[in-house]
């Protein structure tokens, strides 16, 4: 289920062009799994379950007609909607709004959609501009890889990667596309094992 390799820039564009995926989204979900790999080694998350964590939360910072730049920015409020209680979970606001502008309930931020209370402890500097952003891909896939394979988790387990996505959304359908995204990754990239 999880595959890493090093993201030089002809695989890289060949990936993006067989996935989907923007090269820009795919160089920090690459980034990303690598850098799990040295401060969590026993996690083994591959780029593919990063990715497929981006694409289900945001479409890789597409959501809502936005785009990443070439710093990694995202273009566009990429901010979910009002975690009030109504189809979703009742989340008072833990930020005074700093992040997601709503200082009465919390909203998911960024391509990776945080709430602001989980980016406060997991939070991480993946460009090496010494800020943590929500709303940069790098820094965002970093805390997404981060937060999966926080708490010991083994990601090469079906038990463990299961409970690591359902972690993160804790919904059997979530967990089921992201499943069916990061395997559709690895196989149309030729990983797939």
Not at 8 to 14: H, K, P, Q, V, Y
Not at 59 to 82: D, W
Request: charged share 15%; glycine share 16%.
């Amino acid at each position: 289920m999880n595959v890493t390799r090093n993201a030089d820039a002809e695989w890289l564009m060949g990936a993006a062009e067989q996935t989907g995926i923007p090269a820009r989204a795919l160089r920090a979900y690459v980034a990303a799994a690598d850098a799990a790999g040295r401060f969590a080694p026993g996690c083994g998350i591959g780029w593919n379950t990063v990715a497929a964590v981006g694409f289900v939360e945001s479409a890789h910072g597409a959501y809502g007609g936005g785009s990443l730049n070439a710093a990694g920015q995202a273009s566009g409020p990429l901010v979910g909607p009002s975690l009030d209680g109504n189809g979703f979970a009742a989340i008072p606001d833990t930020d005074g709004g700093a992040l997601d502008g709503d200082a009465r309930w919390d909203r998911a931020v960024g391509p990776m959609q945080f709430i602001p209370s989980t980016w406060e402890l997991a939070g991480r500097d993946g460009n090496g501009d010494g800020t943590a952003d929500p709303f940069n891909i790098d820094d965002a896939a970093l805390s997404a890889a981060g937060y999966l394979c926080a708490r010991g988790r083994d990601l090469t387990t079906a038990n463990g990667w299961t409970g690591a996505v359902y972690s993160y959304n804790q919904s059997d359908s979530y967990v089921d596309q992201v499943r069916k995204q990061a395997t559709s990754y690895a196989r149309k990239t030729g990983t797939a094992g």
